[in-house]
């Protein structure tokens, strides 16, 4: 939970930063090592990002500007965080998670577009959309948690719990 609020803090504090200060254009990232973070921003109109880890305690970011946005994350494995923050017109992220107690968060202003799967007991998801919007969050299993923000455009949501 130390892990997930530090993340949110730091993730918030990164509005203030440009995303030209980073150049971090690795289109992919492959790792079992447990303890991993990556954390990847693009400021460009080809955006496009895919993570993939494996383990426990991994934490992934994204974070896109520019008008082709795209964000994929991956993980497996518990006490995972995935957070995707995208600006821009094309945006569109998808987040999967498999394993328990793991956290999903994207936030997104523009074409919007959102999905977050989550796989095993105790995981959490939430989408911010501002734009416009679409969102479907699938949870399977027990003591999953999930919340959704909508504002403008043409809105849908789709929660499923099971």
Same mark, same amino acid.
């Given at each position: 939970?130390?892990?997930?609020?530090?993340?949110?803090?730091?993730?918030?504090?990164?509005?203030?930063?440009?995303?030209q200060?980073f150049?971090?254009?690795?289109?992919?990232?492959?790792?079992?090592?447990?303890?991993?973070?990556?954390?990847?921003?693009?400021? #460009? #109109?080809?955006?496009?990002?895919?993570?993939?880890?494996?383990? +426990?305690?991994?934490?992934?970011?994204?974070? %896109?500007?520019?008008?082709?946005? *795209?964000?994929?994350?991956?993980? *497996?494995?518990?006490?995972?965080t995935a957070?995707v923050n %995208?600006r821009? +017109?094309?945006? +569109?992220?998808?987040?999967?998670? *498999?394993? *328990?107690?793991?956290?999903?968060?994207?936030?997104?202003t523009?074409?919007?577009?959102a #999905?977050?799967? %989550?796989?095993?007991?105790?995981?959490?998801?939430?989408?911010l959309?501002k734009?416009?919007?679409?969102?479907e969050?699938?949870?399977?299993?027990?003591?999953?948690s999930?919340?959704?923000?909508?504002? #403008?455009?043409?809105?849908?949501?789709?929660?499923?719990?099971?």
């Amino acid at each position: 939970m130390k892990k997930t609020l530090l993340t949110l803090a730091l993730l918030s504090a990164s509005w203030g930063i440009h995303a030209q200060q980073f150049d971090m254009a690795y289109p992919e990232m492959n790792s079992e090592v447990p303890d991993q973070i990556f954390a990847g921003a693009r400021n #460009s #109109s080809g955006n496009s990002s895919v993570i993939y880890q494996n383990g +426990n305690n991994n934490l992934a970011t994204t974070y %896109q500007t520019g008008s082709g946005n *795209s964000g994929v994350i991956r993980q *497996s494995g518990s006490e995972n965080t995935a957070l995707v923050n %995208q600006r821009g +017109n094309g945006n +569109n992220a998808d987040i999967s998670q *498999s394993g *328990s107690d793991n956290f999903a968060y994207v936030s997104q202003t523009g074409g919007g577009d959102a #999905s977050i799967t %989550q796989q095993n007991f105790g995981n959490t998801a939430y989408i911010l959309q501002k734009g416009r919007s679409v969102t479907e969050i699938r949870q399977n299993g027990t003591n999953q948690s999930s919340g959704v923000v909508q504002n #403008s455009s043409g809105m849908a949501i789709r929660v499923t719990q099971h």
